[in-house]
């Protein structure tokens, strides 16, 4: 039974169903007629620009972790992570596996603090720059 424009559908469900696993979703549209767009989200600088970049990153998460102390469960392993992380950004052939576990203790202690945990993620971003992977 329907009306002058056709039969009544039923609604049909259009969602997104995902489980288990981890799930890295980029432009999503679910639904009649639905569309994603999106400019440029990101981007691999190279060269020089990694180097520069990861400074001021650096120097960013610095001052958050001062900023944010109080809000930090202990704020002086957060220092001492990013020490050793500048430490052997520093060397002459960093190891990535050591500088891979100063940004995963890094991100953990950054958690609570969301801007000092995006920080903490553009940098983790810019060190595999630096490192080419």
């Not at 679910?30 to 569309?35: E, K, P, S």
């Not at 810019?126 to 992977?133: I, N, P, Q, T």
């Given at each position: 039974m329907g009306d002058d424009h056709g039969p009544i559908e039923p609604p049909v469900n259009h969602g997104v169903v995902i489980q288990g696993g981890t799930h890295y979703v980029g432009n999503q549209a679910?639904?009649?007629?639905?569309?994603a767009f999106s400019g440029t989200v990101g981007f691999q600088q190279h060269g020089g620009a990694d180097a520069a970049r990861t400074a001021e990153l650096?120097?960013?998460v610095e001052r958050l972790l001062e900023e944010h102390r109080d809000a930090l469960a202990d704020p002086d392993a957060g220092t001492r992570e990013l020490r050793r992380l500048r430490e052997e950004l520093d060397e002459e052939e960093p190891q990535p596996t050591v500088l891979r576990r100063a940004l995963d203790r890094l991100t953990a202690f950054a958690q609570p603090v969301a801007p000092l945990a995006v920080a903490v993620g553009e940098l983790s971003t810019?060190?595999?720059?630096?490192?080419?992977?």
């Open positions: 679910v639904g009649h007629r639905a569309q650096l120097a960013l810019a060190v595999r720059g630096v490192l080419g992977a």
